[in-house]
């Protein structure tokens, strides 16, 4: 019993700092998707230019905090505790954190694409929303599925999952 509250409050460390992070990033990408929702002015209208630059400003900024987050996420202890506490779901939180890598590099590659169709003047581009789109998707799904292994965590002293 001793060991469990010990565990318990170790991983209240970064439990309520990853939970709390989860909460500003589904802000973030709910800023991102309404944006993404407007439509853009016209190639070469008042505004044009203004609407891809500030995606690609958005995307620059969800980026950075990703960094830090993820890099909270495979250094915290998080994998080892939820592998620990649930030998079931140890497979299950490697295969999410497995994906931080591959995430940061599609929004840096779409940081790069949004800001070249800033300059440029093409008509709208209805993949490269759909990318990001997709990139925010997965985004919420990512973290959804983390902060769900992170609930049964908490919940475990109580009795309230399992
Ligand atoms: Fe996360």
Not at 18 to 39: D, I, S, T, Y
């Amino acid at each position: 019993m001793t060991t469990t509250m010990t565990t318990a409050r170790d991983t209240d460390r970064w439990a309520e700092q990853v939970l709390e992070e989860h909460r500003e990033l589904r802000a973030r990408v709910a800023r991102l998707r309404e944006f993404l929702g407007r439509a853009r002015p016209p190639a070469g209208e008042k505004g044009a230019h203004s609407w891809a630059r500030e995606i690609s400003s958005q995307l620059a900024s969800l980026h950075d905090a990703l960094f830090i987050h993820f890099r909270l996420e495979d250094e915290s202890g998080m994998v080892e505790d939820i592998s620990t506490e649930h030998p079931r779901a140890a497979n299950k939180i490697s295969e999410i954190v497995s994906e931080h890598p591959d995430l940061l590099r599609e929004a840096r590659e779409l940081v790069s694409a949004t800001l070249l169709y800033s300059e440029g003047q093409a008509p709208q581009d209805a993949a490269l929303r759909r990318r990001v789109g997709t990139l925010l998707d997965r985004l919420e799904k990512h973290e959804q599925e983390e902060t769900s292994l992170i609930q049964r965590l908490e919940y475990r002293d109580t009795g309230a999952l399992d």
